[in-house]
């Protein structure tokens, strides 16, 4: 599963998004963090059950700091 966030500029909110990552029972296979003039595009593959990765979805749309999260299944 692929997972895009979009979050305001700051390195708190990347460490949120990190901090909740690692409480899921989930392996990131990739992760990329690319720079705006004013937000973080952050783009993880994650591998692991579908349950455990709407866990992870659900609690990262939960923080103030995500303006925009979006889940796609690149399973074929």
Known sequence: ?????????????????????????????????????????????VEGETDEVGWLVAKLDKLPEVISIEQININP
């Open 1 to 45: 599963m692929r997972i895009n966030i979009t979050t305001p500029k700051s390195l708190d909110s990347l460490g949120r998004i990190i901090a909740i990552t690692r409480r899921a029972k989930v392996t990131v296979a990739k992760i990329s963090v690319v720079a705006d003039a004013t937000v973080y595009n952050v783009v993880m593959e």
